[in-house]
C-alpha cells in the first residue's frame, strides 16, 4: 500500500494566519492527491484534487502544491469555519490511503 | 441535489455479518462509482472499497475476504456487508460518490453522513 503521512498532526492558528500542512507518499504518486477538510461529527469535503485544482465552491483561499513525492496544502488567511481536521487521500493506486490527518485548532 | 444516507444496525454482535445500505437519492448509480470509508472514533479515515456502474468491484486487501459491495438499480441503493465482525470492526461508516472531477482525476465529491456501527456482545 501507499503510505501518506502528513505533518504536522495537530496545529494552533489564529484568524487571519497562513496555515501550510505537508503530505508526503511512500513512492511517487504523480498528481494523484486530493485534499478532504472534515468538522466534528460531519462527513469531509473535497477540497482540492489534482493535487493543485480547486473544487468548485472551495473559497479561493485555500490552494495545494506538489514537489515530487510532498504536497502542501495551504490556507491563506485562516477563518474560524477553517478549523477543522485535513486529510490528503492518494488516488493513484488501489487500495486508496489516506495521511492520518492535521487537526487545526484555536490559538 | 444528491443526497446520500447511511442505514443499519448500530450494534453487531462479533462473528456476525455488518450490513449497510446507502440510499442515493436525486441521482443515478450509472457515470459514478461508489465507494465506502469507515473511520474508527477519533482516528483516521479507512478505504474499504469501490464497486463501478457495471458491479466490478475492488477491496481493501486488508478486509477482501471478509467484504462485499453490491448495487442494488432497481431501489439506487449500494450495500455494504462485512463478515465476521470484531472489536476493531467499530467505526463510523461513510457510503461517498467517487466522480471524475478532470481527466484520469477522480474524487469523493459527495458523503453520506456517516452511520456508528459498534461491535459488541
Known amino acids: 500500500d501507499i503510505q501518506m503521512t502528513q505533518s504536522p498532526s495537530s496545529l494552533s492558528a489564529s484568524v487571519g494566519d497562513r496555515v501550510t500542512i505537508t503530505c508526503r507518499a511512500s513512492?511517487?504518486?504523480?498528481?494523484?492527491l486530493n485534499w478532504y477538510q472534515q468538522k466534528p461529527g460531519k462527513a469531509p469535503n473535497v477540497l482540492i484534487y489534482?493535487?493543485?485544482t480547486l473544487q468548485r465552491g472551495v473559497p479561493s483561499r485555500f490552494s495545494g502544491s506538489r514537489s515530487g513525492t510532498d504536497f502542501t496544502l495551504t490556507i491563506s488567511g485562516l477563518q474560524p469555519e477553517d478549523f477543522a481536521t485535513y486529510y490528503c487521500q492518494q488516488s493513484f493506486r488501489i487500495p486508496r490511503t489516506f495521511g492520518q490527518g492535521s487537526k487545526v485548532e484555536i490559538k | 441535489q444528491v443526497h446520500l444516507q447511511e442505514s443499519g444496525p448500530g450494534l453487531v454482535k462479533p462473528s456476525e455479518t455488518l450490513s449497510l445500505t446507502c440510499n442515493v437519492s436525486g441521482g443515478s448509480l450509472s457515470n459514478h462509482y461508489w465507494t465506502w470509508i469507515r473511520q474508527p472514533a477519533g482516528k483516521g479515515l479507512d478505504w474499504i472499497g469501490r464497486?463501478?456502474?457495471?458491479?466490478?468491484?475492488n477491496y481493501n486487501p486488508s478486509l477482501k475476504s471478509r467484504v462485499t459491495i453490491s448495487l442494488d438499480m432497481s431501489k439506487n441503493q449500494v450495500s455494504l456487508r462485512l463478515s465476521s465482525v470484531i472489536a476493531a470492526d467499530t467505526a463510523v461508516y461513510f457510503c461517498?460518490?467517487?466522480?471524475?472531477?478532470?481527466?484520469?482525476?477522480?474524487?469523493?465529491?459527495?458523503w453520506g453522513q456517516g452511520t456508528t456501527v459498534t461491535v459488541s456482545s
Open positions: 489534482a493535487a493543485s
Open positions: 464497486i463501478y456502474p457495471s458491479g466490478s468491484t
Open positions: 461517498a460518490r467517487v466522480t471524475q472531477l478532470a481527466p484520469y482525476y477522480y474524487a469523493m465529491d459527495i
Open positions: 513512492e511517487d504518486i504523480g498528481t494523484y
